[in-house]
Antibody, heavy 116, light 114 residues
Framework: EVQLVQSGAEVKKPGESLKISCKGS????????IGWVRQMPGKGLEWMGI????????TYSPSFQGQVTISADKSISTAYLQWSSLKASDTAMYYC?????????WGQGTLVTVSS | DIVMTQSPDSLAVSLGDRATIICKSS????????????LAWYQQKPGQPPKLLIY???TRESGVPDRFSGSGSGTDFTLTISSLQAEDVAVYYC??????????FGQGTRLEIK
């Protein structure tokens, strides 16, 4: 069974750093792209970026370029999304999802709350 | 970016009735070389991640009930639920992947029971 399991909810202060994870199982992790999608409270879906775990080829949405870093460790079938300095406006649910184009499997989401 | 616009923003339909959601793209998502529309539909129930329902505008994902259907081409698309069930209450999103990897989603349509 294909699964993407994300790390747990986080509560952080503005200016802090954070790295959340997405672990794939049940398929060949290195053969599929992993995308990250943001959903702000009560809002829609925003594509942030995507990575190919086999060679870490990464593309960012212009809206998120320079704001986050996407990475992957294929040895442990895990993709990451990280911030070096969080802002209150980063408060959102973050999803990882498998696919190039349409996303056929999604993680359960990681809720990130940034508040002083 | 290709802008995806859904209508209506919210919709209330009686159980057993048909529900129709429209999605329009700011430019065609039909790729002429393979005659495929790069358009997907997702369902998101409260507290859950989105679930892929339909891709290539009209191909149902495995396990999706056949009351869900997608149609359209170019810039105009429709998601139809032929006979609304209680478990279909959700927010529905269209997504273009013509510009993969720079995909974009519609703003979502909230579907409720009347």
């Amino acid at each position: 069974e294909v699964q993407l399991v994300q790390s747990g909810a986080e509560v952080k202060k503005p200016g802090e750093s954070l790295k959340i994870s997405c672990k794939g199982s049940g398929y060949n992790f290195t053969s599929y792209w992993i995308g990250w999608v943001r959903q702000m409270p009560g809002k829609g879906l925003e594509w942030m970026g995507i990575i190919y775990p086999d060679d870490s080829d990464t593309t960012y949405s212009p809206s998120f370029q320079g704001q986050v870093t996407i990475s992957a460790d294929k040895s442990i079938s895990t993709a990451y999304l990280q911030w070096s300095s969080l802002k209150a406006s980063d408060t959102a649910m973050y999803y990882c999802a498998r696919g190039w184009g349409q996303f056929d499997y999604w993680g359960q989401g990681t809720l990130v709350t940034v508040s002083s | 970016d290709i802008v995806m616009t859904q209508s209506p923003d919210s919709l209330a339909v009686s159980l057993g009735d048909r529900a129709t959601i429209i999605c329009k793209s700011s430019q065609s998502v039909l790729y002429s070389s393979n005659n495929k529309n790069y358009l997907a539909w997702y369902q998101q129930k409260p507290g859950q991640p989105p679930k892929l329902l339909i891709y290539w505008a009209s191909t149902r994902e495995s396990g999706v009930p056949d009351r869900f259907s997608g149609s359209g081409s170019g810039t105009d698309f429709t998601l139809t639920i032929s006979s609304l069930q209680a478990e279909d209450v959700a927010v529905y999103y269209c997504q273009q992947y013509y510009n993969t990897p720079r995909v974009t989603f519609g703003q979502g349509t909230r579907l409720e029971i009347k």
